[in-house]
C-alpha cells in the first residue's frame, strides 16, 4: 500500500507557458504565429482593427459597400471612403485589413480566443453581406435579362401581327378591287334618288336647326312650301340642286375639269363631215353631267353654266386667270360664227334629211352659253 504524505501530493507538470499566439485568420486557417504587438504576428497585426469597428452597424457597413467605397477602416477607426472600384473590396491601402476569401465557421481544432472569435464573427458577416449582395444583382441581371427576352418575344409577336393584319387588309383590298371590277355598274337612278333622300334630310335637319321647333313656324313653313310648290323659283333650285347631285357625283368619278378640258380639245380639233357627223352629245356643253354622263337639251341653262365655272373655282382646280382663259376659249368654241346652220358642226347632225329640231336646239343651247358667258367676263 502506497501512501503518501501530506506534503508530498502527486507531481504535476508545472503550468504550461501560455504562449501568446496571433488572433489573425488567413486562407491556410488560423495563424498559430507568435503574437509579437497587440496579439497579433508582423503579417496580420492589421486584422486588429476588426476588433475596434464595434460602433459601425452591419447595415452601415452594407450601404457603405454597396456604395463602392473601401470596406477596410482608417486608424480613426472610421469606414475608408477610398474607391477601390467595385463592391465588397479593400483599398490598396487596407487590402491586409482583408481576411480569407472563405473564413471557417470554427477553428479546426480546439475553440478560439475571444478576440479570434470576434475577428471570425465579424469577418464572417461581411462575408454574408456580399454574398447576400452578389445573389441580389444576380437576381436582378437575371430578371432583366428576362424582361428584355420578354419584350424582344412581344415585338416579334407585335410584328407579325402587323404583318398579318396588313396582309389582310391587302388580301381584302384586291378582294374589293376584284368585286368591283365585276360588279355591274350602279344604277345611276337609285343614285339619283339616295342622294334626293339624303337631302332631304339635310333639309329637314336644317329646318330644325334654324329654329324651326315651335308648330307654328313649322306649319308657316309647310303653307309656304304649298304656295311655292309649283312656282319658278322652286323648279330653278331644284334644278340647280340637282346640278349640285351631278357634280357631287362626277367629282367622286373623278376631277371633272381634266376630263372636260380633254373634251374640249378633242371637239376643237375635230374637223365634222357627212361621214364624220356631229351630234349634241358630242359637244362639250360647259355643265355638269347627269348621274348617267349624258347632258340634256335642258340642261344648258345660264344657272347651270354659271354653277359649274364657279364650282370648279370653288374646288380650286384653277387659278382664276386660268378660269379666265377657259372661259373665253369657250366663247370662242361656241361663237354664232361656227354655230350656226349653214357650218358644218351643226350641219351634220341629226340624218341628213332633217333632224332640224336637234340642229335648232344646238343652235339655241351655244346661243345661251355665249351670252352667259360675256355675261361672266363683262362682270
Ligand atoms: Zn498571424
Ligand atoms: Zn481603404
Same mark, same amino acid.
Given at each position: 500500500m502506497s501512501y503518501y504524505g501530506y506534503n508530498t501530493g502527486p507531481s504535476r507538470a508545472a503550468p504550461a507557458q501560455i504562449r501568446p499566439v496571433c488572433h489573425g485568420l488567413d486562407d491556410t486557417g488560423d495563424c498559430i504565429a507568435r503574437a509579437t504587438t497587440r496579439g497579433f504576428c508582423p503579417t496580420h497585426q492589421e486584422q486588429a482593427v476588426w476588433l475596434n469597428i464595434t460602433h459601425i452597424s452591419s447595415e452601415e457597413r452594407r450601404a457603405h459597400a454597396e456604395? !463602392? !467605397? =473601401? =470596406?477596410g477602416v482608417t486608424k480613426k477607426n472610421a469606414l475608408c471612403r477610398n474607391n477601390p472600384g467595385g463592391n465588397y473590396q479593400f483599398c490598396w491601402l487596407h487590402g491586409r485589413q482583408r481576411g480569407p476569401s472563405n473564413v471557417a *465557421? !470554427? *477553428? /479546426? /481544432?480546439g475553440v478560439d480566443s475571444p478576440e479570434r472569435a470576434i475577428i471570425r464573427a465579424r469577418m464572417r458577416e461581411l462575408e454574408r453581406l456580399a454574398a447576400e449582395s452578389g445573389r441580389r444583382e444576380r437576381a436582378a441581371r437575371d430578371r432583366w435579362a428576362q424582361e428584355e427576352q420578354q419584350r424582344r418575344e412581344e415585338a416579334r409577336a407585335r410584328a407579325e401581327r402587323d404583318a398579318e393584319e396588313h396582309r389582310r387588309q391587302r388580301e381584302e383590298e384586291q378582294r374589293q378591287q376584284e368585286e368591283r371590277w365585276h360588279a355591274p355598274p350602279p344604277d345611276p337612278r337609285s343614285e339619283w334618288y339616295e342622294y334626293q333622300r339624303s337631302h332631304q334630310r339635310q333639309r329637314r335637319r336644317n329646318t330644325r336647326a334654324s329654329g324651326g321647333h315651335s308648330h307654328e313656324e313649322q306649319r308657316r313653313q309647310r303653307d309656304d312650301r304649298h304656295e311655292q310648290q309649283h312656282s319658278a323659283q322652286e323648279r330653278a333650285r331644284a334644278e340647280q340642286e340637282e346640278q349640285a347631285a351631278r357634280a357631287a357625283q362626277d367629282l367622286q368619278r373623278g376631277p371633272i375639269l381634266e376630263r372636260y378640258l380633254i373634251a374640249c380639245a378633242t371637239f376643237d380639233a375635230t374637223q365634222f363631215s357627212a361621214r364624220n357627223p356631229n351630234s349634241f352629245a358630242n359637244i362639250p356643253w360647259p355643265v355638269f353631267a347627269r348621274a348617267d354622263g349624258t347632258v340634256r337639251v335642258g340642261d344648258v341653262t345660264p344657272a347651270n353654266i354659271c354653277f359649274f365655272f364657279d364650282a370648279n373655282k370653288m374646288r380650286r382646280y384653277k387659278t382664276p386667270r386660268e378660269r379666265d382663259v377657259i372661259v373665253k376659249r369657250v366663247a370662242w368654241r361656241f361663237h354664232p360664227d361656227r354655230f350656226s346652220v349653214s357650218r358644218a358642226v351643226v350641219a351634220t347632225i341629226g340624218d341628213l334629211i332633217g333632224d332640224a329640231v336637234e340642229r335648232r336646239a344646238v343652235v339655241d343651247a351655244a346661243e345661251v352659253v355665249i351670252k352667259t358667258v360675256n355675261g361672266m367676263r363683262s362682270t
Open positions: 456604395g !463602392r !467605397r =473601401c =470596406c *465557421p !470554427r *477553428p /479546426f /481544432f
